[in-house]
């Protein structure tokens, strides 16, 4: 969270330290029980509730989750790179980066003994990770021995010895991680009809939906909401299709099927950058969104705090194609990175597929969503919040139903002039967050199969086949997760409604948004709580 002093932490996740951590939770938790009778301010009661849920969900995790068991570790490519980062004196980037390269051969033989029972999947993602922090050390950190080795202070000089042989270790012993998994994916897992399931049941999905949504819903009634709302949406878009048909194909359809919508669709798709303008056109388009919320007034943005479009590193690579990497709370002036990954490692086709996806249309919702005034605005509102505690602690989907609330007031707002193409867009865009919750109860609580997903996905959410692919993938790998979009947009929605609904001609938009971003990244039942409705 931006205090480097913790940079080369790197616990051992083996029996004692998982005892130590249980016993954190119980301590804590007994320390809390006193001010469970006391009269506490709004915003202290919710950062009471939200102590109280993180130390429950600890506890759950430990004792029932286990993640250790079945889920490969991918590495701490992240906590590398974030030292080499950092914006710190040489030496004492090398003394944190020598400390941490020094535990990772401990770090690495307790995951494979921890590893009893992996999941193919898992251990597949963990791989590619592995394979992509390798750069880290051959192209990084082999770039920062060649700086600290124009140093001369004692420290420096020090270090200038014995790095290199640190940092054959460090890579030995990743690679002899990398190698074991390898043979677990050919030998064990593979032919395993036993092996452990990347599904994680109905009771242990109940539980974890309790513990990160920490919503007004429970699965089973968001699953309800969306499966009504998704006839109401493809309704809108039949209407939509019906208007802009002669248009594209010079006839006309007063009543388009579902089918015709998908290919409208993707006649609409075909408006597209190339694959060589993918990167710069994201870029291009933050200013233009800042531009659009100052001149409507929207939200105040401040104009100090940068936002750096960059490649997305190796190590994060394999779930995303584009995401945010804020500053911590302590390291408020360090830079937002917006990640995008380029589409170099596609073939010509899964280019082609990808940027029909990602269309005119859909790329500046993808902008909006995750930089202005989606993910990169929130965060720094949330750096600001008063409260610590709801800073660190950020509920996923209060961020995510930011995002994704962001994206329709936009609209609402006259971004995109309107357009039908946008709106029509935009309803597909509302699907897949729809549908990303749909299927995902459906796969880890109801056993549904990847061909139902695909069918959900490709003809109910329009998407194009690569979309679909690396969203079954992500379902393997996360869980609960993917309900977050959809479930905090539509508790975002009610309260917005909640709050016109009071203030009548009082209402302003910007001071609502302003006011719901101020308490942090809380979830939004606290947020309506402390907003007084
Ligand atoms: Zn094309
Ligand atoms: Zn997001």
Redesign the pocket.
């Known amino acids: 969270m931006g205090m480097d002093q913790f940079d080369p932490l790197l616990p051992i996740p083996n029996k004692e330290q998982k005892l130590r951590d249980l016993a954190f939770c119980t301590i804590w938790l007994d320390s809390l029980k006193q001010f469970s009778n006391v009269q506490l301010s709004a915003s202290d009661r919710t950062d009471y509730y939200l102590l109280k849920g993180l130390l429950e969900s600890k506890q759950w995790y430990l004792s029932e989750f286990k993640a250790w068991e079945w889920q490969a570790s991918s590495g701490i490519g992240g906590r590398i790179d974030l030292i080499l980062n950092r914006d710190k004196e040489i030496p004492k980037k090398a003394r944190d980066l020598y400390e941490l390269l020094s535990k990772m051969p401990a770090y690495f033989s307790q995951c494979k003994k921890n590893l009893t029972d992996p999941s193919l999947e898992h251990t597949r993602l963990a791989l590619q990770r592995l394979e992509g922090s390798r750069d880290l050390f051959s192209v990084k950190i082999a770039r920062f021995i060649e700086e600290l080795e124009t140093q001369h202070d004692p420290l420096s000089t020090m270090l200038q010895s014995k790095m290199p042989s640190m940092v054959d270790r460090a890579s030995k012993s990743m690679e002899d991680f990398i190698e074991h998994l390898r043979i677990n994916v050919q030998q064990e897992i593979n032919t395993d009809p036993n092996r452990r399931s990347f599904r994680i049941g109905k009771e242990m999905y109940a539980e974890k939906f309790k513990y990160d949504i920490a919503g007004q819903f429970t699965a089973q009634e968001i699953f309800d909401y969306g499966l009504a709302e998704k006839e109401l949406i493809h309704n809108k878009m039949q209407i939509i299709a019906s208007q802009l048909w002669g248009k594209y194909f010079q006839t006309e359809n007063a009543n388009p099927s579902l089918a015709d919508v998908g290919k409208l669709i993707n006649e609409i798709a075909k408006n597209h950058v190339s694959r060589d303008e993918y990167f710069e056109a994201i870029k291009s388009q933050i200013p233009e969104l800042e531009a659009f919320v100052n001149e409507k007034d929207l939200i105040w943005l401040d104009p100090e705090k940068p936002l750096e479009v960059r490649e997305t590193p190796g190590y994060m690579r394999g779930v995303a194609g584009a ?2 990497s804020a500053p911590g709370p302590y390291e408020k002036m360090r830079p937002t990175f917006y990640n995008v990954t380029p589409l170099d490692h596609y073939t010509d086709e899964e280019a082609e597929s990808y940027l029909r996806e990602y269309n005119h249309y859909i790329l500046q919702i993808l902008n909006i ?2 930089a202005v005034p ?2 990169y605005t929130q965060l720094m509102y949330a750096n600001e919040s008063p409260s610590l505690i709801k800073s660190l602690f950020g509920n996923g989907t209060m ?2 139903g930011w ?2 609330y962001v994206e329709r007031m936009m609209l609402e707002e006259g971004y995109g002039d309107n357009a039908p193409e946008m709106w029509l867009m935009y309803y597909k865009w509302n699907l897949r967050e729809l549908c990303n919750m749909l299927i995902d109860i459906g796969v880890h609580a109801n056993d549904m199969s990847k061909e139902d997903v695909m069918h959900i996905l490709v003809n109910e959410a329009f998407q194009e086949s690569a979309e679909a692919e690396g969203k079954w993938r992500r379902v393997q790998y996360t869980s609960v997760q993917l309900c977050s ?1 959809y479930t905090g947009l539509i508790e975002i929605l009610q309260l917005r409604e909640d709050v016109k609904k009071a203030k009548g001609e009082d209402f302003s938009l910007k001071a609502f948004h302003e006011d719901f971003l101020s308490y942090g990244s809380a979830p939004v039942k606290y947020i309506r709580d402390l907003m007084g409705y």
């Open positions: 995401s945010i969503h995750e989606g993910h961020i995510e995002a994704c979009y």
